[in-house]
């Protein structure tokens, strides 16, 4: 199960990464707090990502 869902996550945490990118161009945000902006979506998608692994393994 890890072979496939460790690669998928990696894709997802990158795209995710792109789309803040796009979001942090669009809303103009400033350059002093995008990586607050990265570090929060970041944290958030990886706890999303670890919760739904163990869930799929343990049902």
């Known amino acids: ?5 460790i ?3 990696t894709v997802i945490l ?5 789309l803040t990118n796009a979001l942090c161009v669009q809303r103009e945000i ?3 707090k995008q990586p607050t902006v990265f570090r929060t979506i ?3 998608i990886t706890i999303l990502l670890i919760s739904s692994y163990f869930e799929v393994l343990f049902t």
């Open 14 to 18: 990158f795209s995710i990464n792109q």
């Open 7 to 9: 690669p998928l996550a």
């Open 42 to 44: 970041n944290v958030l």
């Open 30 to 32: 400033p350059e002093e």
């Open 1 to 5: 199960m890890a072979l496939y869902f």
